[in-house]
């Protein structure tokens, strides 16, 4: 092996692990954008019943006109 061809390996090897650490980062990415929107979706669905909670009391006590 000389070293125009251990120079050309090491460099392959050195990109096929960026390649694969940028994979991991967008994996990442993705992972974290889908649980953001998750909690925003917990979030309006909790706002949803809150409210509805309050126009039930509302009802209830005769406060809604």
Not at 56 to 61: G, S
Request: glycine letters at 10%.
């Amino acid at each position: 092996m000389n070293m125009d061809n251990a120079s050309y390996k090491a460099g392959q090897a050195k990109g096929q692990a960026q390649e694969k650490g940028n994979q991991m980062m967008d994996k990442a990415a993705n992972a974290a954008q889908s649980a953001k929107e998750s909690i925003q979706e917990a979030g309006q669905q909790v706002q949803a019943k809150a409210q509805g909670a309050v126009d039930a009391v509302k009802d209830a006590t005769g406060m809604k006109k």
